[in-house]
């Protein structure tokens, strides 16, 4: 819900408030999107050395401070240039944390379920992940920035201490 919802509350923002065109907005909004392509693998090659947790738990925890920058505090539209650098950066480290976060998510299914169950229990996951998408894109549409922000803020905060409190049981192996 989270990267659908920002793919739509940066688009307005970008067009309406910076001033961009459909095809300057839609460059950026990709752009930030394929960045991803460049962290997941190092996150991979991090993962022999950290575990799995604590990753999804950095990454959660990244969000919620990338969150203090994508509220609009003072007003965008009077200082938009000024506001358009800290907007995209930490835009940036929302992005990437959440997929960081969200693709550690698969990595428990073969943790915390039977074998026979790994299957059903991620396509169960890819199917509320695509529902969410769809929420959380009529939410970035309709909602206003800072009302977004403080609905991805709590929705990210849930995450965390769920995160925090289900993950406790799992241990890595060899202790």
């Given at each position: 819900?989270?990267i659908?919802?920002?793919?739509?509350?940066?688009?307005?923002?970008?067009?309406?408030?910076?001033?961009?065109?459909?095809?300057?907005?839609?460059?950026?909004v990709?752009?930030?999107?394929?960045?991803?392509?460049?962290?997941?693998?190092?996150v991979g090659?991090?993962?022999?050395?950290?575990?799995?947790?604590?990753?999804?738990?950095?990454?959660l925890?990244?969000?919620?401070?990338?969150?203090?920058?994508?509220?609009?505090y003072?007003g965008?539209?009077?200082?938009?240039?000024?506001?358009?650098l800290?907007?995209m950066?930490?835009?940036?480290?929302?992005?990437?944390?959440?997929?960081?976060?969200?693709?550690?998510?698969?990595?428990?299914?073969?943790?915390?379920?039977?074998?026979?169950?790994?299957?059903?229990?991620?396509?169960?996951?890819?199917?509320?992940?695509?529902?969410?998408?769809?929420?959380?894109?009529?939410a970035?549409?309709?909602?206003?920035?800072?009302?977004?922000?403080?609905?991805?803020?709590?929705?990210?905060?849930?995450?965390?201490?769920?995160?925090?409190?289900?993950?406790?049981?799992l241990?890595?192996?060899?202790?």
């Amino acid at each position: 819900m989270v990267i659908c919802a920002w793919e739509m509350s940066a688009t307005n923002i970008v067009q309406n408030v910076f001033g961009w065109s459909i095809q300057s907005s839609a460059l950026l909004v990709g752009g930030m999107i394929f960045t991803t392509l460049f962290v997941l693998p190092l996150v991979g090659k991090l993962s022999y050395r950290i575990l799995d947790v604590k990753i999804e738990r950095y990454g959660l925890l990244i969000c919620l401070g990338s969150m203090l920058g994508l509220f609009d505090y003072l007003g965008w539209e009077e200082k938009p240039w000024t506001t358009l650098l800290p907007y995209m950066l930490f835009s940036f480290l929302l992005i990437n944390a959440i997929t960081v976060s969200v693709t550690q998510h698969y990595s428990h299914v073969s943790k915390v379920t039977d074998v026979h169950l790994h299957e059903p229990m991620q396509m169960g996951m890819n199917t509320v992940g695509f529902f969410s998408r769809g929420v959380g894109s009529v939410a970035g549409d309709f909602l206003t920035p800072n009302a977004l922000g403080a609905l991805m803020t709590a929705l990210l905060a849930t995450m965390a201490a769920l995160n925090i409190c289900l993950t406790k049981q799992l241990k890595p192996k060899g202790l």
